[in-house]
């Protein structure tokens, strides 16, 4: 019996690696269905780094398991610290490349089919994400002037909800 998504990061710390993939100035996002205040949430590709995986394995693996996108990983960009009443995550953001696959809503192994959380996944421009309200996508995403504004954010930051 596979656990639910609290059973498995609740009151503990998570390390993730996650993924910026920018194509034709727009951004892959995936939407979490029972994540965030508002019950759902934008984010780029990412999960959590198993023990003994290299970061730029554990990204690959994410991409394809999410995307079903194979990824070439690129520089380090950023560190972010999530932290709320339940979760508390160590995101290490990495720039990626396409290498081929075929896009597609993937899913988490870890989870059950009925707690599946990916809802759905796709490039947005930059009007597109501004139409998304704060609370529905990753807080790294409130302040840009432009997608490629993520290529630039170097250093460590913490969000709290």
């Known amino acids: 019996m596979k656990p639910s998504l609290s059973d498995l990061y609740a009151n503990k710390v998570r390390v993730r690696i996650c993924g910026i993939l920018i194509e034709s100035d727009r951004l892959l996002l995936i939407n979490h269905k029972g994540i965030g205040t508002l019950g759902n949430l934008w984010a780029p590709p990412g999960g959590g780094l198993e023990f003994s995986e290299s970061a730029e394995a ?15 990983v690129g520089p380090f960009l950023f560190v972010n610290e999530y932290q709320n009443r339940q979760f508390h995550a160590i995101e290490l953001f ?28 796709k490039f947005v421009t930059y009007s597109e994400l501004q139409v998304i309200r704060n609370e529905q996508k990753h807080n790294m995403l409130w302040k840009l002037s432009e997608i490629n504004d993520l290529l630039n954010i170097s250093g460590y930051f913490k969000f709290c909800e």
Do not use: A
């Open 58 to 72: 554990c990204l690959e693996r994410e991409f394809l398991e999410e995307t079903g996108l194979e990824i070439h």
């Open 94 to 121: 990495f720039k990626v490349e396409n290498r081929g696959g075929t896009l597609i809503k993937g899913s988490d192994p870890e989870l059950k089919l009925e707690n599946q959380i990916i809802s759905k996944l």
